[in-house]
């Protein structure tokens, strides 16, 4: 059974910086494509960042430049590093996995960019 949990959120200040974890268990961690989306009341679900199987990474335009996707293989934990935070970032950060053609989704953890 692949179970996703994300921590690491927390409240922040504008400028700050906060590293996300998402631990993975029930697959084979590294062998699938991994994504930190990011959800808030104003705007839909969007992707923030991605890692492929073979370690190649895309952001979305807001992310680029700001935050960095990793993964640490010995521990099946996919990070999300993110700096210079604004208000914007604030929401609720998930990670998902895809595992033939099926979406596995960890519970999220909250970020508030907020002085």
């Known amino acids: 059974q692949v179970r996703l949990v994300e921590s690491g959120g927390g409240l922040v200040q504008p400028g700050g910086s906060l590293t996300l974890s998402c631990e993975a268990s029930?697959?084979?961690?590294?062998?699938?494509i991994m994504w930190w989306y990011r959800e808030s009341p104003e705007k839909n679900r969007e992707m923030v960042a991605e890692m492929t199987s073979l370690g190649g990474t895309r952001y979305s335009d807001s992310a680029n430049g700001r935050f960095l996707i990793s993964r640490d293989m010995d521990k099946s934990t996919l990070k999300l590093y993110m700096s210079a935070l604004t208000p914007d970032d604030t929401g609720v950060y998930y990670c998902?996995?895809?595992?033939?053609?099926?979406?596995?989704w960890g519970q999220g953890t909250q970020v508030t960019v907020s002085s």
């Open positions: 029930g697959c084979k961690f590294g062998h699938y």
């Open positions: 998902k996995e895809a595992i033939d053609m099926m979406d596995y």
